[in-house]
């Protein structure tokens, strides 16, 4: 996931009284507590206090890891993803849209969000299909799989704790699983013109996920 998620708020002793951990200006944030889920705004990193590199933790992890990639696997492709990104990242990882719900909301809004991190510079982007969190239903499972198959990063996931929503948990025979092949189906034959669309993100810039204001 690749940021500094913690949770107690700062450490197991509390954070120091100071600027960086208690600032003249607290925004409202969550708790409003500059450390709340994560750790105290003076722990040292290597690239400087947390309070200045919290939103570079992701960042620099990516980097870090698709250079150990490369150099356990020198010229092949590597496969890299990360929940915490930064103005940057897209050349070092892909992105996925984080703790989504099982709800027609999160299906809907999916779409802009990949929208936006195109032009964010994040070609490769995907949303966990069917739902992170809470219960999918075989509609709504089912539709989300029709569209996910043809996102950039194309992933059924969710949290533990809830039901299990692959294809085949809904029996071999389901609706869902014959419209999941159906789609998956029309993925893989799309794959030259997805890698076609990620070769010009690479080398020129574009867009794989495209706005209709690209066209």
């Known amino acids: 996931m690749n940021e500094v998620s913690n949770f107690i708020k700062g450490s197991k002793k509390g954070c120091a009284q100071n600027d960086l951990n208690y600032p003249p200006f607290t925004p409202n944030i969550l708790e409003k507590l500059m450390f709340s889920k994560t750790v105290c705004m003076d722990a040292v990193q290597k690239w400087g206090k947390h309070y200045d590199v919290h939103n570079l933790y992701g960042y620099s992890m990516a980097i870090s890891t698709r250079k150990a990639i490369e150099v356990l696997f020198p010229g092949k492709r590597s496969f890299l993803i990360s929940r915490s990104t930064f103005v940057g990242s897209g050349k070092h990882t892909g992105h996925w849209l984080g703790d989504n719900a099982a709800t027609w ?109 690209h066209e």
Request: hydrophobic share 40%; aromatic share 18%; charged share 15%.
């Open 105 to 213: 909301e999160h299906l809907k809004w999916a779409i802009p969000g990949m929208l936006e991190f195109n032009l964010f510079g994040f070609p490769y982007i995907g949303a966990d299909i069917c739902g992170f969190f809470d219960n999918t239903t075989e509609e709504l499972c089912r539709r989300w799989m029709q569209v996910g198959a043809f996102y950039p990063f194309s992933r059924n996931h969710n949290a533990e704790g809830f039901m299990s929503q692959d294809p085949a948990a809904f029996g071999p025979d389901s609706v869902l699983v014959n419209t999941s092949k159906h789609y998956l189906n029309i993925r893989y034959t799309l794959l030259p013109y997805l890698y076609t669309l990620f070769y010009k993100a690479h080398t020129q810039g574009g867009t794989v996920v495209r706005p209709v204001l």
